[in-house]
């Protein structure tokens, strides 16, 4: 039996969940304006061990959302499971965060882009058709009204952008589904799964999250 544990903290999420052959056992998630991730991820993660009686011996391996998303939370997230990987001696899985947040959507038809808040009027982005297969890589990309008027097809549109984004793309093609914002661990558990069936793992050592743009470092305002 493959049991995963599941890390997304790559938004404000704070998302862990315990998967046994890819159906959820038990998931623990929060999501806070103050990025609480530290303090909150390794309490979710001995919770989810512990309430479903399991021990850390039985996880076969541990999956983390790879990026784009936040630096510190992406940081946050593979600390911890590199930290267990090592301990275990268990695999490293890494999965999309976009295509995370992507598999929310349920729907039967047309295209789905999931979209983070990258600041200003930037956005991470990537296309799915419905089956999930990606059909355009992820860009870090600046949203006018021109965006995604290449495509025809009904576009969906999930993530943390209809704020800002809903108001500029107007198109009678896109639809925000506002319900969907945040990805979670819940859904990196099939995918994760899939990726363990086919050993398509990461190596531990050099794994880095996918940050798509270099992390800025300002200045503090002066007083």
């Known amino acids: 039996m493959a049991y995963i ?29 103050g990025y609480s991730h530290a303090e909150r991820l390794h309490v979710f993660i001995e919770e989810c061990i512990l309430e479903a009686g399991v021990s850390y011996k039985d996880l076969s391996a541990i999956a983390v959302s790879q990026g784009p998303g936040s630096y510190t939370g992406l940081r946050i997230g593979v600390s911890a499971a590199k930290g267990l990987c090592y301990a275990l001696n268990i695999p490293l899985i890494a999965v999309d965060t976009l295509q995370t947040l992507a598999s929310q959507a ?20 990537a296309v799915f058709n419905s089956k999930l297969e990606k059909q355009r890589e992820i ?9 995604f008027e290449e495509y025809t097809e009904t ?24 319900e969907v914002k945040y990805p979670s661990a819940k859904e990196m558990s099939i995918i994760s799964f899939n990726k363990f069936k086919i050993n398509d793992i990461v190596d531990v050592a050099y794994f880095e999250p996918y940050y798509l743009k270099d992390f800025m470092v300002t200045a503090p305002k002066k007083q």
């Open 106 to 125: 349920n729907v039967t038809n047309g295209l789905i882009v999931p979209m983070l808040d990258a600041r200003r009027m930037e956005v991470y982005s």
């Open 139 to 147: 860009l870090a990309e600046i949203i006018t009204e021109n965006s």
């Open 5 to 33: 544990l599941n890390i997304e903290t790559a938004t404000k999420n704070c998302s862990v969940a315990l998967a046994k052959e890819g159906k959820i056992i038990l998931h623990k998630e929060i999501s806070e304006e």
């Open 155 to 178: 576009i969906y549109f999930v993530g943390d952008c209809a704020e800002k984004c809903k108001p500029i793309l107007t198109k009678e093609n896109f639809i925000f589904l506002e």
